[in-house]
């Protein structure tokens, strides 16, 4: 079955405890993002890679780090999490976002204390 | 860069009736303009899209038409189902490589039977 599978689903973690979300995607797409959703602010994009090892900062990239060494997965890194990074994290693949259908996780929900 | 707004940020209608959703994009170069649902819980999911060289498109009780010269682009349902309920994106993008989907704020689509 085609999926993007992000983990973990939930997490609770205090401020500064660097942490990662993985992300991975079986339908060989070049394209991977990370957006956040929050409430009144829709999905805003955060990183996305077009290959491998090839990255680029989205609209909020700020505090935020991700590495893309293998096609499939696409981690989200917090080196230092803060209270303001609490929010519902989606990962997403695509062959090309500007042209196809972007397929997204189901998501994983931070809060950061 | 490119900028959606969306509307209504939340729509309620009785079963049966037609819903509309409104979008209008900053980026004349955009070309590509997709719809995602959202249901409680789960991950963002296409349901149409759009290319700049159609005027409308249609699937069973979902339609989208766009205006290209105004820059702005509708999602149409019609005969409303319950199942119908859920958040609604719009996107918009240039069809090149590295560019991104730029999503609307989202409209919470509530239909009551």
């Known amino acids: 079955e085609a999926q993007v599978t992000q983990n973990p689903r939930y997490l609770i973690t205090v401020t500064g405890k660097k942490l990662t979300v993985t992300c991975s995607q079986n339908?060989?797409?070049?394209?991977m993002s990370w957006y956040r959703q929050d409430p009144g602010l829709g999905l805003r994009q955060i990183y996305y890679s077009m290959n491998v090892e090839v990255t680029d900062k989205g609209d909020v990239p700020e505090g935020y780090k991700v590495s893309r060494k293998e096609k499939r997965n696409f981690p989200l890194i917090l080196e230092s999490p803060s209270p303001n990074q609490t929010s519902l994290y989606f990962c997403?693949?695509?062959?090309?976002?500007?042209?196809?259908?972007?397929?997204f996780g189901q998501g994983t929900r931070l809060t950061v204390v | 860069g490119e900028n959606v707004e969306q509307h209504p940020s939340t729509l309620s209608v009785q079963e049966g009736d037609s819903a509309v959703i409104k979008c209008t994009y900053s980026d004349s170069a955009s070309n590509y303009f997709p719809w995602y649902k959202q249901e409680l819980g789960k991950g963002p999911q296409l349901i149409i899209d759009?290319?700049?060289?159609?005027g409308e498109k249609k699937d069973q009780r979902i339609a989208v038409t766009l205006n290209k010269t105004a820059k702005h682009f509708s999602l149409h349902i019609t005969e409303t189902q319950p199942e119908d309920s859920a958040v609604y994106f719009c996107?918009?993008?240039?069809?090149?490589?590295?560019?991104?989907?730029?999503f609307g704020k989202g409209t919470t689509l509530s239909v009551s039977s």
């Open positions: 759009i290319r700049s060289n159609v």
């Open positions: 997403a693949s695509s062959w090309n976002f500007g042209h196809t259908e972007a397929f």
């Open positions: 996107a918009a993008s240039r069809s090149q490589a590295g560019t991104a989907l730029i």
């Open positions: 339908m060989n797409h070049e394209y």
